[in-house]
Nanobody, 120 residues
């Protein structure tokens, strides 16, 4: 069974920083893309940042220049460095990964989420 576990969320004042981590575990052959999404109350889930296994990145316009996605392939872990945080960034952040398990079909997996709250 493949699992993704996020950590690093919390409460921070506007202008502060947080670093989120997401570790994938289980019987994994390879991971293609990994990414971060967020969902605030009353809003749909939106892409924050994504990173492919080939190194290309995508960011939401609202976080460009403030957030940075990175990946440690040896640890099957993706990170999201969040700087200059704004109250509008408050949401539950979920990571996902496109995984090829050692046994089974390729699938996209989601973590349970970590809360980020930015106070003004």
């Amino acid at each position: 069974q493949v699992q993704l576990v996020e950590s690093g969320g919390g409460l921070v004042q506007a202008g502060g920083s947080l670093r989120l981590s997401c570790a994938a575990s289980g019987s994994i052959l390879s991971i293609n893309a990994m990414g971060w999404y967020r969902q605030a109350p009353g809003k749909q889930r939106e892409l924050v940042a994504a990173l492919t296994g080939r190194g290309s990145t995508n960011y939401a316009d609202s976080v460009k220049g403030r957030f940075t996605i990175s990946r440690d392939n040896a640890k099957n872990t993706v990170y999201l460095q969040m700087d200059s945080l704004k109250p509008e960034d408050t949401a539950v952040y979920h990571c996902n990964a496109d995984v090829l398990p050692r046994s089974g079909l390729r699938n996209v997996y989601w973590g349970q989420g970590t809360q980020v709250t930015v106070s003004s």
